[in-house]
């Protein structure tokens, strides 16, 4: 009778989730953990609003193709509020068993942040990890390791001296509409300074890297961002860099167009168990989870397995008219698929 009602619980709390079309990747389930929403910070929503913009905010591409969706606010803290609620959801998923298989969490821009937070927090609490086994985590877009623009939307919020015009114009058209002094949610936590001491200890989940340098907002983001950046999250976040730093590439051997070339401003190291896997020079923040097709991919790790996920791109290399004889590597094909549709096709095998 104990497991016949702990079992039904379980089913309730799931049907609490997001819910979603049942679907897997290499036959895994997978969790979705999405990322910042601005308008929480004006509007904050109640659960059941946060359970429906969290399916909307994967409609695009992968909310047909996960068995559950996690909702979390963006007007909380990650140790604190947006914490309680992902612990729930997780404790719930251990209970019915959804990843007792084996799963893969998908995340983007400031889910990384958040699952990196509860993914060191399992064992605290009595989470049982042969119950909620968790494969590999993909992140696109990450902001594991914080962006620019949220000390600018602070600075901007709290009205600082040395904020200016330029600068309230490019959050304004980030967030879509001016910030208000203490109520910047996790804003605080995507501040470099702040998301860098947050769970940075030995990670024991490959976290699989998908990173961009395109333009969005019409660009008036990027001045305020360091490095090259998706203009929402620079590459040392998207990278899983080891270190904050103006970087123009993953990677020292190849730039985000697919040129081989030496780069010297890219990571001297990642976190340990992050992998940069693909890079798309015109591929936004949005971009990343969406359906937009017509941009050029390249790899960084190829051609390599974890926990059972295998990373085999088919890639093509030659020269182009642009390249000065230096040789370009893309993603075989790459272009006629948005940079989720090429993840997923290559990774469900």
């Known amino acids: 009778m104990k497991t016949t009602i702990r079992t039904f619980l379980a089913c309730l709390a799931l049907l609490s989730m997001a819910t979603v079309t049942q679907a897997k990747l290499a036959g895994k389930n997978v969790v979705l953990v ?33 068995e559950a969706v996690i909702y979390w606010s963006s007007d909380q803290r990650v140790s604190g509020v947006i914490k309680d609620q992902v612990k729930a959801q997780f ?7 959804t990843c007792a298989s084996g799963c893969v969490i998908v995340t983007h821009s400031t889910g990384d942040l958040v699952t990196r937070y509860a993914l060191s927090k399992l064992g605290q609490w009595g989470i049982s990890t042969s119950r909620f086994r968790i494969l590999a985590v993909l992140d696109f877009a990450g902001a594991g ?24 114009a490019a959050v304004n058209t980030f967030m879509g509409f001016t910030p208000t002094k203490g109520q910047m949610g996790v804003l605080y936590d995507l501040q470099p300074a702040n998301a860098r001491n947050l769970a940075t200890g030995s990670n024991s989940y490959p976290r699989l890297r998908f990173a961009g340098t395109g333009w969005q907002y019409a660009g008036v983001t ?62 936004n923040h949005g971009d990343a989870i969406s359906n937009t097709t017509g941009n050029e991919l390249t790899t960084v790790s190829n051609n390599f397995s974890r926990n059972g996920i295998t990373v085999d791109f088919a890639t093509t290399t030659s020269t182009k008219w642009w390249s000065w004889g230096k040789q370009v590597r893309w993603v075989k094909n790459g272009s006629s698929y948005s940079m989720s549709a090429n993840v997923y096709n290559t990774l469900n095998n």
């Open 34 to 66: 999405h990322g910042f929403r601005a308008t929480d910070l004006r509007d904050h929503p109640g659960t059941s609003q946060l359970k429906s913009l969290a399916n909307q905010y994967w409609q695009a591409y992968w909310g047909a193709r996960a």
């Open 145 to 168: 390791g914080g962006t620019e623009i949220a000390d600018t939307a602070v600075a901007v919020s709290e009205g600082s001296g040395w904020v200016n015009s330029a600068m309230k």
């Open 91 to 97: 404790k719930a998923l251990e209970s019915a068993g």
């Open 222 to 283: 990027k001045p305020f961002i360091s490095g090259a950046d998706d203009s929402v999250v620079p590459l040392h976040s998207a990278c899983g860099a080891a270190s904050q730093g103006s970087y123009d590439s993953c990677s020292k051997s190849v730039q985000p167009n697919g040129v081989i070339t030496s780069v010297s401003k890219a990571p001297g190291s990642l976190w340990y168990n992050h992998y940069a896997v693909l890079m798309g020079e015109k591929t």
